[in-house]
T-cell receptor, first 113, second 112 residues
C-alpha cells in the first residue's frame, strides 16, 4: 500500500546517544520534509529535500542532519541527543506537479532523558 | 520569505454551530493554500485546498474562501460535530517547487 512510514514510533534514550529516525515513502514522491512539532503545537520545518542528493535546512535551526541517497528514504540523524531534542518528528512527502500537497507520516515521538 | 498568520489560536463552539478560522499571508506570489486537520495523537491530513485561480471551494460541510487582494483565506466548517475537534493548520506555497509555510494552528473544540 502506498504510504509514508516512520520508525521507530516511540524512542526513549539517554543524553549523548546517536540516533537515526527512519522515514520511507512508497508513493514515488520526489520531495520529502522533516518537521519538529510539540504536541498540538506549530509545525517547524527543519529539513527538506527535492530529490536524491539534495538536502536543505528548513526554517528552524536544528542540530540534526539528513541524507537522501534513495528517492524513497530520508533518514534524520542526531549525533548526540540532548533533552532539548525531546519532541515529535514528522516526516512528509509531496506530489510532483502543480500545487504542493504534503502527505505526513505517523511521526516519531522522541524523549531524551 | 512567506509569513502566514492564523487566528484564532483556540476556538470553542457548540455542536451544530459554524466555525471560521482565518489566515493571512505575506507573499503575493503564493498560489496554493491547503488546510490540514490534526486530531489528537494523529498525523496532519489535508482536508481541503484552494488555488489562486478560484475564490471559493466547498466539500460537504467545509469550505475555503480566498481573497487575493487582501491576501487572506478562511476555513468555514458548518454544522460542527464533536469529531471536528482537532488542531487545524493553514499553509501557503508558491507552487510545487516551493515548500509550504504553515500557520501556527487553531485548536477547535466542539462541545456536545
Amino acid at each position: 500500500e502506498a504510504d509514508i512510514y516512520q520508525t521507530p514510533r516511540y524512542l526513549v534514550i539517554g543524553t549523548g546517544k546517536k540516533i537515526t529516525l527512519e522515514c520511507s515513502q512508497t508513493m514515488g514522491h520526489d520531495k520529502m520534509y522533516w518537521y519538529q512539532q510539540d504536541p498540538g503545537m506549530e509545525l517547524h520545518l527543519i529539513h527538506y529535500s527535492y530529490g536524491v542528493n539534495s538536502t536543505e535546512k528548513g526554517d528552524l535551526s536544528s542540530e540534526s542532519t539528513v541524507s537522501r541517497i534513495r528517492t524513497e528514504h530520508f533518514p534524520l540523524t542526531l549525533e548526540s541527543a540532548r533533552p532539548s531534542h525531546t519532541s515529535q518528528y514528522l516526516c512528509a512527502s509531496s506530489l510532483p506537479g502543480q500545487g504542493n500537497e504534503q502527505f505526513f507520516g505517523p511521526g516519531t515521538r522522541l524523549t531524551v532523558l | 520569505g512567506e509569513n502566514v498568520e492564523q487566528h484564532p489560536s483556540t476556538l470553542s463552539v457548540q455542536e451544530g454551530d459554524s466555525a471560521v478560522i482565518k489566515c493571512t499571508y505575506s507573499d503575493s506570489a503564493s498560489n496554493y493554500f491547503p488546510w490540514y486537520k490534526q486530531e489528537l495523537g494523529k498525523r496532519p491530513q489535508l482536508i481541503i485546498d484552494i488555488r489562486s485561480n478560484v475564490g471559493e471551494k466547498k466539500d460537504q460541510r467545509i469550505a475555503v474562501t480566498l481573497n487575493k487582494t487582501a491576501k487572506h483565506f478562511s476555513l468555514h466548517i458548518t454544522e460542527t460535530q464533536p469529531e471536528d475537534s482537532a488542531v487545524y493548520f493553514c499553509a501557503a506555497s508558491k507552487g510545487s517547487n516551493y515548500k509550504l509555510t504553515f500557520g501556527k494552528g487553531t485548536l477547535l473544540t466542539v462541545n456536545p
